[in-house]
């Protein structure tokens, strides 16, 4: 359903800038809507879920998910589309995306270290090395645990029925629930649909084996990360 359908299905919005309808009377507001509207809403997990975890859920409430949020190794991201081809298709086009953004911002700590290390160092640059370093290694660990399946959805934002909606505010897994509602906006009104957020833990941390390193030692694995990358980016040229 287009978004100016489900304005149509909405009556009212409230006034821009005012505090939002409570999550019952947005329900209430869909329960005047038509036969078939989908309903958008918000889901924001307990912790961090797998795919199939995921699809399970969503499956289980008859809900069409168009935008799934993750989080890993330090990188907060999401996937979406339109919401008239919200398919369960998005997970795994989700966790496709993040993998690649995660590889390509590994493999640019390379180019970064050839810099880095290219250039005179403006005092002692151990702590900046770390954080090349940190960064590194934080992704290539989480890689292949990724690849493999690794928890990484904090959310998702998906459509179906009002009664499947509701029932999934009460799914075990679930610790977020927001329906949609039809907001007004300065340049308009528009179905207003809140991200999910993301959890504490989503800043990641270097591996604390750095911690450890001495200076001429940290400087010598950024020398490693320049020439190699530290065989996992061996054919990267640059940032």
Same mark, same amino acid.
């Given at each position: 359903? +287009? $978004? ?6 909405? %009556? ?9 309808? +409570? ?58 589309? =339109? ?5 369960? /298709?998005?997970?795994?086009? $989700? ?22 290390? +290219?250039?005179?160092?403006?005092? =002692? ?5 770390? =954080? ?5 290694? /934080? ?23 009002? $009664? ?24 308009? %009104? ?10 504490? =833990? ?17 400087? +010598? ?5 320049? %020439? ?7 054919? /990267?040229?640059?940032?």
């Amino acid at each position: 359903m +287009s $978004a100016a359908a489900l304005a149509a299905a909405c %009556d009212r919005p409230p006034p821009a800038g005012g505090p939002p309808p +409570s999550s019952d009377q947005r329900l209430q507001t869909w329960a005047d809507a038509p036969d078939g509207t989908a309903v958008p809403v918000a889901l924001g997990f307990k912790a961090a879920l797998p795919d199939s975890a995921v699809a399970a859920l969503l499956d289980r409430h008859g809900l069409r998910p168009y935008a799934v949020y993750l989080t890993a190794a330090g990188l907060t991201t999401s996937q979406r589309r =339109d919401q008239s081809r919200a398919s369960l /298709e998005v997970i795994a086009e $989700a966790r496709e995306q993040t993998i690649s953004q995660l590889r390509t911002s590994m493999c640019a700590q390379q180019g970064r270290a050839r810099g880095m290390l +290219s250039e005179p160092p403006q005092g =002692d640059p151990s702590q900046q090395y770390r =954080d090349v370093l940190g960064r590194f290694l /934080e992704i290539q660990k989480a890689l292949p645990q990724l690849e493999r399946g690794a928890a990484m959805i904090y959310g998702v934002e998906a459509v179906g029925a009002l $009664a499947d909606v509701k029932a999934a505010s009460t799914d075990p897994d679930v610790a977020v629930f927001e329906p949609g509602w039809r907001g007004r906006t300065a340049t308009g %009104d528009s179905i207003v649909v809140p991200q999910p957020p993301a959890p504490p =833990d989503s800043a990641g941390s270097p591996p604390a084996e750095l911690g450890q390193l001495k200076p001429d030692e940290i400087k +010598s694995r950024m020398s490693q990360l320049a %020439d190699n990358g530290l065989g996992s980016c061996a054919g /990267e040229t640059g940032p």
